[in-house]
């Protein structure tokens, strides 16, 4: 056997170690590469960053490896890398996953090496998240355009709002927004930048969304949570005689909501339908519907609600099993107070529209479903 093959080999083994069988840095498993300047086996993606970030990275199947590369990679590893450079990493500091878009892994890799936050020999947190001010240029999405100008963003702990100005010269605000009513998520795909933002926040009597990116790589993200599903789906009116039109959904697992757009870069939804539990009303379940009209597809999801039903359709019995999924955590979940005041809001959906849509979930497999209601009912601002 060549010193190769022999290397190749025991890197391998070495990748199938409980502490190296996932990425060090994301958490994906099976890791293909390694930074041997580390001593880390990471994933592809993660190998990337690191390139960027001038580490050294190899394949472990397809790289030549010297021997002392090799004997140092058996010496290191990544349990002894996590003990180093994860000592004391803060229980508030998010930990990209598998799935996570590049600027969350990249902001990570970062911190944890090149800045050496978590090792436990700087004060935590750095002076410089520690002002309790944020001023800085976003580019902003108009609201009923897709033209991105520059806007004035600012962030303050003090007085716990985020605030933007149309312009750079304004008397006075745009909005002031409270954090209590903020989430913010990385969506890159959706928006066309690496660092796309979408900002949600509750306004008066609807949900807000502002689409932003920045031209920067130090977007460190504030008050985050992902949604649990998101995309396109057909939807049709409720006495099932409408034609079947795209909308666009979003699965929001922390408020318990589905709310619906015209389209995905919308500033506001058409309307929101509240998930409960069993004991007060709410079930998730697999169906077949007969008398559905206009549907192509036929895996149904059946929700109900203490006041009428709803039918997904599924192109293919692995989505309606994704979906089933999905829902059912929702369906899961002890209502917080806050819930059971969102339940007797009345969340409802629509009457003026039922229709279909394309979902994505948070591990970025896309399915397809056709959502149709089963009885009719009176017109509401909310979905």
Same mark, same amino acid.
């Given at each position: 056997?060549?010193?190769?093959?022999?290397?190749?080999?025991?890197?391998?083994?070495?990748?199938?170690?409980?502490?190296?069988?996932?990425?060090?840095?994301?958490?994906?498993?099976?890791?293909?590469?390694?930074?041997?300047?580390?001593?880390?086996?990471?994933?592809?993606?993660?190998?990337?960053?690191?390139?960027?970030?001038?580490?050294?990275?190899?394949? /472990?199947?397809?790289?030549?490896?010297?021997?002392?590369?090799?004997?140092?990679?058996?010496?290191?590893?990544?349990?002894?890398?996590?003990?180093?450079?994860?000592?004391? @990493?803060?229980?508030?500091?998010?930990?990209?996953?598998?799935?996570?878009?590049?600027?969350?892994?990249?902001?990570? /890799?970062?911190?944890?090496?090149?800045?050496?936050?978590?090792?436990?020999?700087?004060?935590?947190?750095?002076?410089?998240?520690?002002?309790?001010?944020?001023?800085?240029?976003?580019?902003?999405?108009?609201? %009923?355009?897709?033209?991105?100008?520059?806007?004035?963003?600012?962030?303050?702990?003090?007085?716990?709002?985020?605030? +933007?100005? %149309?312009?750079? #010269?304004?008397? $006075?605000?745009?909005?002031? @927004?409270?954090?209590?009513?903020?989430?913010?998520?990385?969506?890159?795909?959706?928006?066309?930048?690496?660092?796309?933002?979408?900002?949600?926040?509750?306004?008066?009597?609807? /949900?807000?969304?502002?689409?932003?990116?920045?031209?920067?790589?130090?977007?460190?993200?504030? @008050?985050?949570?992902?949604?649990?599903?998101?995309?396109?789906? =057909?939807?049709? $009116?409720?006495?099932?005689?409408?034609?079947?039109?795209?909308?666009?959904?979003?699965?929001?697992?922390?408020?318990?909501?589905?709310?619906?757009?015209?389209?995905?870069?919308?500033?506001? =939804?058409? $309307?929101?339908?509240? @998930?409960?539990?069993?004991?007060?009303? +709410?079930?998730?379940?697999?169906?077949?519907?007969?008398?559905?009209?206009?549907?192509?597809?036929?895996?149904?999801?059946?929700?109900?609600?203490?006041?009428?039903?709803?039918?997904?359709?599924?192109?293919? =019995?692995?989505?309606?099993?994704?979906?089933?999924?999905?829902?059912?955590?929702?369906?899961?979940?002890?209502?917080?107070?806050?819930?059971?005041?969102?339940?007797?809001?009345?969340?409802?959906?629509?009457?003026?529209? /039922?229709?279909?849509?394309?979902?994505?979930?948070? #591990?970025?497999?896309?399915?397809?479903?056709?959502?149709?209601?089963?009885?009719?009912?009176?017109?509401?601002?909310?979905?």
């Amino acid at each position: 056997m060549s010193n190769c093959e022999r290397n190749k080999k025991i890197l391998l083994e070495l990748v199938k170690q409980p502490e190296n069988s996932r990425c060090a840095d994301c958490g994906a498993p099976e890791p293909d590469w390694a930074c041997y300047k580390l001593g880390v086996f990471v994933c592809l993606n993660c190998s990337g960053i690191h390139r960027n970030l001038s580490s050294r990275v190899k394949s /472990i199947r397809l790289d030549f490896w010297e021997d002392e590369l090799v004997e140092f990679m058996k010496s290191a590893g990544n349990a002894k890398a996590r003990a180093l450079y994860e000592k004391a @990493i803060p229980p508030f500091f998010y930990r990209p996953q598998e799935n996570d878009c590049n600027v969350l892994r990249e902001q990570w /890799i970062r911190a944890k090496y090149q800045r050496m936050e978590f090792s436990g020999e700087t004060k935590y947190p750095p002076l410089s998240y520690t002002t309790g001010f944020y001023e800085g240029i976003l580019w902003k999405k108009g609201k %009923n355009n897709m033209q991105f100008q520059k806007r004035k963003f600012i962030l303050s702990e003090r007085e716990f709002t985020l605030t +933007y100005y %149309n312009k750079q #010269d304004s008397k $006075g605000p745009k909005a002031v @927004i409270s954090i209590k009513d903020l989430n913010a998520t990385f969506q890159p795909q959706k928006i066309g930048h690496p660092h796309g933002l979408q900002i949600s926040y509750q306004g008066d009597d609807h /949900i807000r969304n502002l689409y932003v990116y920045h031209e920067g790589s130090e977007l460190v993200p504030k @008050i985050t949570r992902n949604y649990l599903k998101e995309g396109y789906m =057909e939807k049709t $009116g409720p006495l099932q005689k409408e034609a079947f039109k795209k909308r666009w959904f979003i699965l929001d697992s922390e408020n318990r909501k589905l709310l619906y757009l015209r389209d995905k870069l919308d500033a506001e =939804e058409l $309307g929101v339908l509240f @998930i409960g539990t069993e004991s007060n009303g +709410y079930s998730i379940k697999a169906c077949a519907p007969k008398h559905a009209r206009g549907n192509k597809w036929k895996c149904g999801i059946r929700v109900e609600t203490p006041e009428r039903q709803f039918v997904f359709m599924c192109e293919q =019995e692995r989505e309606q099993r994704e979906w089933l999924d999905a829902l059912r955590k929702v369906l899961c979940q002890s209502m917080s107070p806050q819930d059971h005041t969102g339940e007797e809001a009345g969340l409802n959906i629509q009457s003026s529209q /039922i229709h279909g849509h394309w979902l994505l979930l948070d #591990d970025s497999t896309a399915c397809s479903l056709v959502l149709t209601p089963t009885q009719t009912f009176p017109r509401s601002k909310n979905l």
